[in-house]
């Protein structure tokens, strides 16, 4: 088995209130088809505060149709809010669990924004000062199942290597990624729900684990995708920019391949760590597993005081949960889903 260190979050400098926010869309967006309807939705999205690497009347400016923004101007500011994040949760990861850098064996990162090579690892492995010799394992574009996609490929690198430790740490911005010329429902109800922001945990292997360290250990991981489903959720681009596809058909197939986990846990979870997507896909993942709602308390947590950071949200929650964790010698599932459509998940123990 693989333990985890309680993760560590980095965020953007920039805190507005979910009224701040909306009040922002009105006055922006208020004369766009539909108006209402949008920000009802936007409203309702279960947010307090979010999180901007830059304020908010640069991420959405009042004239959106006239934001002249280079992609190269874009993608610059994107690569130096992504690494300032990156190094930020992952000193935190590496400080929390006592792990100097010299002590790690491979990195494992994971962004949707691809706009660099060579890829952000090789960012930390300079910053931090990580060794020449650690394996790189840098995945992208897996959107918000990118943290036990991570997860999955530490534990696959620890297996053979159970001396190591290895440090994941998964970073996203979706504000960069919406344009601001997109009104459609999908992009404002993204806008109600995102944040910037990193996470970055350390993962041991079984020969690597410290003396008394509580928390949960990774029995199995495993993933499902619905290929068929693959335009359901995700980005496309024109040349205006970014747009969001988010189909309400996605929970339909979400279910269904929750059912599958529920078939490959084999029992029903006694703690859920769970994507925090929304209020409604935290319910439905606890009612399709057969749990209180009650067990999504740590996802609504995230979801309310620090947004949807996409990619790295759910380790958010795993954090909340270090803070009021389950009882010992209990068993779980960490998950999420993303593009694909794929569901990723981590059987775990709590120790």
Known sequence: MSPLSRPSVAVGEFSVTHSELCAHL???YGETDDIARKMSAVKNCGVLTHYLCRPLAEVIPEQPQKNGQSLLDKARAYQDDAYRLAER???????SAGVAPAQIG???TSTSAVYNTPSIDIELVDRLGLPATADRIPLSNLGCVGAPTGLARAA???RSHPTEIALVVVVDLPTYLINPADTGI???ILRGLSSDGASALVVYGEEAIPHGAPGPQIVD????????????IGWWADDTGNHMKNSKDVMSVFEELLGDLRDWLGERPEF???HPGSLKIIDVICDTLGCDRLMGWAGRDSLRHTGHTVGSAVLDVLRRTFDDPPRPESSGVLLAIGPGVTLGAAKLVWH
Not at 89 to 95: S, Y
Not at 221 to 232: F, R
Request: glycine content about 6%; proline content about 3%.
């Open 26 to 28: 009105g006055n922006v």
């Open 89 to 95: 949760a992952a000193r935190g990861a590496l400080d």
């Open 106 to 108: 491979a990195v494992i």
């Open 156 to 158: 696959d690198f620890l």
């Open 186 to 188: 999908d992009s404002m």
């Open 221 to 232: 991981t495993w993933s499902v995708t619905d290929a068929k489903a693959k335009y359901l």
């Open 272 to 274: 859920v760590i769970p």
